[in-house]
């Protein structure tokens, strides 16, 4: 199935930035997509942005439109996620998962509807 390792996480104020990273092993260059969840605990997963290769296309929550911006290079096998103008409510365990359960246009990553998952990075966002 592959493998991915996030980084980059971190505490910051509010309104402040951080950009998390997300290595990918060669299986996954071949997956429909790759994006990025989060999760506050003891509550459901979120997806937030999604890269689908093919259609070369990106979507967003609307949580987080305007403010997150998703990116790949694929020379690296790196997907990044750049997070600006962060808020406490944007406080949460974010993975970076591949292979999306739906194909382009279902929005299945906001159900977090992916098959292979990493191990997660935290972001904690004080007021």
């Known amino acids: 199935q592959g493998r991915l390792v996030e980084s980059g996480g971190g505490s910051v104020q509010a309104g402040g930035s951080l950009t998390l990273s997300c290595e990918a092993s060669?299986?996954?260059?071949?997956?429909?997509?790759i994006g990025w969840v989060r999760q506050v605990s003891g509550k459901e997963r979120e997806g937030v942005a999604v890269?689908?290769?093919?259609?070369?296309?990106?979507r967003y929550a609307d949580s987080v439109k305007g403010r997150f911006t998703i990116s790949r290079d694929d020379a690296k096998s790196m997907v990044y996620l750049r997070m600006n103008d962060l808020k406490p409510e944007d406080t949460a365990m974010y993975y970076c998962?591949?292979?999306?359960?739906?194909?382009?246009?279902?929005?299945?990553?906001?159900?977090?509807?992916?098959?292979?998952w990493g191990q997660g990075t935290q972001v904690t966002v004080s007021s």
């Open positions: 060669e299986e996954i260059q071949t997956s429909n997509c």
């Open positions: 998962a591949a292979t999306c359960g739906g194909p382009y246009g279902s929005d299945s990553f906001k159900k977090a509807d992916f098959y292979v």
């Open positions: 890269v689908y290769v093919g259609a070369d296309a990106t």
